[in-house]
C-alpha cells in the first residue's frame, strides 16, 4: 500500500489543533479551531476522495481517540468519510497499552517504524494518516511518506506545533497536483524526490 499524510496547515507551518479549541491545548496553543472558518463543500469533495482510496488508516493517539469520539456514531452509508473509517482497518501508534473500542482497531506498540514499513507491504491502494502530528513526524523522518497532502489554510497562527520542526529531515519533494477552494485553501500534492540539489547564483 501507499502510504499517504493528509495535513491541514497554516501558511506558517502549523498543523496543532485545527478542529477545535479543545483539540490539543498542549504547550498553552489556544488557537484550535482555525480550520472552521474555511470549511466548505469544495474542501469537502476533496477530502472525500481521498478517503475513498482508503484501505487502512494508520493514526496518533490523539488524532485516533478524537476520530473514535465520533466516526462510529455517523452510519449514513453515503457518508463516504464514515463508511471508510468504520469499516477498514486501523491502526493507532500509542505508546499507552490500549484496547482500542472501534471495530477494525490495532494498536502498535514497540518499533512502530518497522511495523508501518510492514503495513506497506499489504495489498491495497493506500494506507492513509490524517492529522497524527506527532507520528507524521517521525513517518517523514524516516522517509515512510509516499505522497504529502497538504490543505493549506490563509492564515498565520505565530505559534504551535510544526510539521516540519527544525532539524527536520532534509529532501527534497515534487508537486504532483495542486487545488483552490472559494475560501482560500490551497492544496498541494507532493512526492518524495531524493536529496536536496544545490546551486549558485553567483556570475563565475
Known amino acids: 500500500m501507499k502510504l499517504t499524510l493528509t495535513q491541514f496547515i497554516s501558511l506558517d507551518g502549523v498543523v496543532q489543533a485545527p478542529g477545535g479549541p479543545q483539540e490539543d ?20 469533495r476533496l477530502v472525500t476522495d481521498w478517503f475513498a482510496a482508503a ?42 497499552p490500549r484496547t482500542p473500542a472501534w471495530q477494525g482497531s490495532s494498536v502498535l506498540t514497540g518499533d512502530v517504524v518497522a511495523q508501518v514499513a510492514e503495513l506497506k507491504e499489504s495489498p491495497g491502494r493506500e494506507l492513509q494518516v490524517h492529522g497524527s502530528g506527532d507520528l507524521a513526524q517521525t513517518l517523514l523522518g524516516e522517509g515512510l511518506v509516499d505522497e504529502l497532502r497538504l490543505l493549506v489554510f490563509p492564515v498565520v497562527l505565530g505559534g504551535g506545533r510544526r510539521l516540519f520542526p527544525e532539524g527536520a529531515r532534509p529532501g527534497a519533494m515534487r508537486l504532483l497536483g495542486t487545488d483552490s477552494t472559494p475560501t482560500g485553501i490551497v492544496v498541494q500534492v507532493y512526492e518524495p524526490a531524493g536529496e536536496l540539489g544545490f546551486g549558485s547564483f553567483e556570475l563565475s
Do not use: C
Not at 491545548?25 to 469537502?44: I, K, Q
Not at 476520530?67 to 463508511?83: E, G, K, M
Open 25 to 44: 491545548t498542549s504547550d498553552g496553543f489556544t488557537r484550535g479551531g482555525w480550520v472552521v472558518p474555511y470549511a466548505d463543500e469544495a474542501m469537502g
Open 55 to 96: 484501505d487502512a488508516f494508520l493514526l496518533g493517539r490523539r488524532t485516533y481517540d478524537i476520530f473514535a469520539a465520533h466516526w462510529p456514531l455517523i452510519s449514513d452509508p453515503d457518508d463516504i468519510v464514515a463508511t471508510r473509517l468504520n469499516g477498514q482497518p486501523k491502526y493507532v501508534a500509542s505508546r499507552t
